[in-house]
T-cell receptor, first 114, second 109 residues
Framework: DAGVTQSPTHLIKTRGQQVTLRCSPK?????VSWYQQALGQGPQFIFQ???????QRGNFPDRFSGHQYPNYSSELNVNALLLGDSALYLC?????????????FGPGTRLTVL | LAKTTQPISMDSYEGQEVNITCSHN???????ITWYQQFPSQGPRFIIQ???TKVTNEVASLFIPADRKSSTLSLPRVSLSDTAVYYC??????????FGQGTELSVKP
């Protein structure tokens, strides 16, 4: 089992561009959550997907959108990039109804906006 | 959602027991207490979760007093590889995780 995988590892974009980040969950997991981690800060929850629907959302603007596919993999899309969007983007997978707060995180995608 | 407060940093030496305390005065009845560990440039890793009293696994112990307004993560006999940021979280199971600043633990030889 490869665990949670994310692509790409690193990405450099310029302001105003759009970006798509990808995540493959741990085998068997049905729920994918996305987090943004700025340098020196704890991860901040963006949103969570379950059964291809956005189940919960954090305090992020509509520029941040996502998708979950039938195979549970997920994408995070960010439009109209701002300098402040530079961060490590983390994907985490889990079972929704297993009675635990245990989420398995991927290594993240480092996004730099110039 | 309950807010957590934990020390920003701690220092320890190899072989010592480390206790990191977290305050969560507004914890809700259905909230669980969860701890994560994060190494630089890696995603957080689940350590332990509990609701009340004491929970122990192969990595750590979690002590929760009866009022549940605080919790203590205990790491026995730390090594250099335990140098990391440790996050205390409270919340419902299966939902979003709310991370604070975390505690940066530095283990010295």
């Amino acid at each position: 089992d490869a665990g949670v995988t994310q692509s790409p590892t690193h990405l450099i974009k310029t302001r105003g561009q759009q970006v798509t980040l990808r995540c493959s969950p741990k085998s068997g997991h049905d729920t994918v959550s996305w987090y943004q981690q700025a340098l020196g800060q704890g991860p901040q929850f963006i949103f969570q997907y379950y059964e291809e629907e956005e189940r919960q959302r954090g305090n992020f603007p509509d520029r941040f959108s996502g998708h979950q596919y039938p195979n549970y993999s997920s994408e995070l899309n960010v439009n109209a990039l701002l300098l402040g969007d530079s961060a490590l983007y983390l994907c985490a997978s889990s079972f929704l109804d297993r009675g635990t707060n245990e989420q398995f995180f991927g290594p993240g995608t480092r996004l730099t906006v110039l | 959602l309950a807010k957590t407060t934990q020390p920003i940093s701690m220092d320890s030496y190899e072989g010592q027991e480390v206790n990191i305390t977290c305050s969560h005065n507004n914890i809700a009845t259905n909230d669980y207490i969860t701890w994560y560990q994060q190494f630089p440039s890696q995603g957080p890793r689940f350590i332990i979760q509990g609701y009340k009293t004491k929970v122990t696994n192969e990595v750590a112990s979690l002590f929760i007093p009866a009022d549940r307004k605080s919790s203590t993560l205990s790491l026995p006999r730390v090594s250099l590889s335990d140098t990391a940021v440790y996050y205390c979280l409270v919340g419902n199971q299966g939902g979003k995780l709310i991370f604070g600043q975390g505690t940066e633990l530095s283990v010295k030889p």
